[in-house]
């Protein structure tokens, strides 16, 4: 069974940094399309990055620049730091992956950026 638990969410004043974790178990974790969504109140889910099991990554245009996914698949986790950040960018982030044409979600980590 396949689980994500992210880890390192938090509150942090505009401008600063954060990292943001998340550990898979259950897959092999090097044939997993990961991701980060998030979600803030009255809007929908969104994609914030994507990093392929091949490697090819995509963002969100407001975080480009600001944010960066990576993996280690020797510790089957994906990684998302941001920096610069926003009060727009506080929600609740979610780790995404898509493993044999099924997707999984961890519960969410809650990221505040107050001004």
């Known amino acids: 069974q396949v689980h994500l638990v992210e880890s390192g969410g938090g509150l942090v004043q505009a401008g600063k940094s954060l990292r943001l974790s998340c550990a898979a178990s259950?897959?092999?974790?090097?044939?997993?399309?990961m991701g980060w969504y998030r979600q803030s109140p009255g809007k929908q889910r969104e994609l914030v990055a994507g990093l392929s099991a091949g490697g090819a990554t995509n963002y969100a245009d407001s975080v480009k620049g600001r944010f960066t996914i990576s993996r280690d698949n020797a510790k089957n986790s994906v990684y998302l730091d941001m920096s610069s950040l926003e009060p727009e960018d506080t929600a609740v982030y979610y780790c995404?992956?898509?493993?044999?044409?099924?997707?999984?979600w961890g519960q969410g980590t809650q990221v505040t950026v107050s001004s």
């Open positions: 995404n992956a898509k493993y044999i044409y099924r997707e999984y």
């Open positions: 259950g897959m092999i974790f090097k044939f997993a399309d």
